[in-house]
């Protein structure tokens, strides 16, 4: 099994446990509408790609923290889409849970994916239980309400907004969360894997900007324009179409060069740059250029 | 400092610990505002009772229990009251979290809490890591999407609900997950404890079904005949006022039976007994006799 197929299959094997009986069936379905059919996958694989560095992938407690990040990064696009926030249609080309359900179980699936993250990690049998608190501690960190996602989505509810504190939570926490996931699954210092994980997280910012305004909704299977229509910053509107390719190329540079001493690095940046071409489709940086 | 200020100094240390820079200012404020100023603070102090029958309430995994579990009720209280369900405009006397802020800060406020949870059981420095990390699971399956109170939650988008397992889950869970946490946070058995705070839930759910029909809002802080408004069962409606307190003298006699031997049973049946008058003011029964 290539490591698409793991992490479908242990992302199948946790909603599984949370959508069976006694659970009320129209979660249950929203909960598999959440999470299936998935989008890139890009944070669990991370997770596996700095396990795999770090020189062992195939411990549960790397899968779980990887099922973890995912359902987490889950629960935060159901959010993020529902009317009070981006009032977005759709979602991985089809309507987004709150309009397939309706808010109310939209709410209640975040709800059910975020303790589900939790439970995970905290229900492994695994030799090290300190690193098992350490998983969890991290990943509440990087989704809580200071440094964490929740922390990002609120910037937007703020007058005027700290965009470097809002970029770093709402994409870059995640993304760290997930490199550092890997590293504390395998028992290595996670320390240094934060800011390639943060780097990460920018360049990814930038390519999700890109996408926004020169994009294909219909490829993308969900709108464009969006950071013009809320007036959010976007780094396309700041530099323009080339400039902020050049940037994000110089940004998947700086990522690279972080790389920690690892197993196998060569691995891990050979990852990196075939996950960049996906970053950044192809027609979009020619038909910017 | 007796319980209660121990109860309320934990709550705000670990609500400060979420609301430092650089937390959004208007997420911080909403967090604050969840948390304070509380109601009765059943469930920590549950948390308490339990551990000091037990023999045990000094330490800091009692008392972070006990922290996490209020947080986690008031993040449902917030979601209870939204406008896609109850639809609620006050709450312990003062506007709904979504009417003061708006619905966005609310979902965040929720998620800051039902995270901090987690972060704050993970976070003890304490001998037995295994005690943590069955904690953590008992609380995720007591607030999930299969037996708890987000399961709770979703039974209300049913178009036929299974009223036993809705109200186990709506209201019973967090009981039981309270009696629990405080049997593993000093090392016994947690398994007898549940039963009893599952019972201790119907006991509550009886007497709040009472004080929907019975009760002045203005002395609850909260509105009355909600389930009248959303078509839900109510015991009052069913068995008449003076059967239905009979019925919660009944669950009470249950709860007391149910005690599991424990180093200071007494003490904690005198708590419940205390804490059953709070459940239920003579002036409601007065007027129901």
Chains 1, 2 share one sequence.
């Not at 020189?55 to 099922?67: C, I, K, P, Y």
Request: contains cysteine; aromatic residues 4%; glycine residues 6%.
């Amino acid at each position: 099994m290539d490591v698409c197929q793991q992490i479908e299959k242990a992302l199948h094997l946790a909603v599984n446990e949370i959508t069976v009986a006694p659970s009320p069936a129209r979660l249950a379905s929203a909960l598999n509408y959440a999470m299936f059919p998935g989008g890139a996958r890009v944070r669990p694989k991370l997770v596996m790609a700095v396990a795999q560095a770090c020189g062992d992938v195939s411990t549960t407690l790397v899968r779980e923290a990887a099922v973890a990040i995912e359902m987490l990064h889950c629960a935060s696009l159901i959010q993020d889409d529902l009317s009070c926030f981006d009032d977005a249609s759709c979602r991985r080309g089809k309507p987004c849970l709150h309009i397939e359900f309706d808010d109310r179980l939209a709410i209640l699936a975040s709800d059910g994916l975020i303790v589900a993250a939790f439970e995970r990690v905290s229900s492994v049998v695994h030799a090290d239980a300190q690193a098992q608190l350490k998983l969890i501690r991290m990943l509440a960190h990087k989704v809580g309400a200071v440094h964490g996602i929740t922390a990002g989505q609120a910037w937007e509810c703020e007058e005027e907004i700290d965009i470097e504190a809002y970029h770093c939570a709402k994409t870059g926490a995640l993304f760290a969360a997930s490199t550092q996931a890997g590293a504390i699954a395998v028992g290595v210092d996670s320390a240094p894997w934060e800011l390639t994980g943060n780097l990460l997280g920018c360049a990814y910012q930038i390519a999700d900007d890109i996408q926004d305004v020169l994009g294909d909704s219909t490829k993308l299977g969900k709108p464009t324009n969006v950071d013009a229509k809320h007036g959010r910053p976007n780094v396309v509107h700041e530099l323009g179409a080339e400039k902020a390719i050049a940037h994000l190329q110089d940004q998947i540079d700086q990522v690279i060069a972080s790389v920690p001493a690892c197993n196998n690095a060569n691995f891990f940046i050979e990852t990196i740059r075939h996950e960049a071409q996906r970053f950044l489709p192809k027609e979009i940086a020619l038909s910017a250029a």
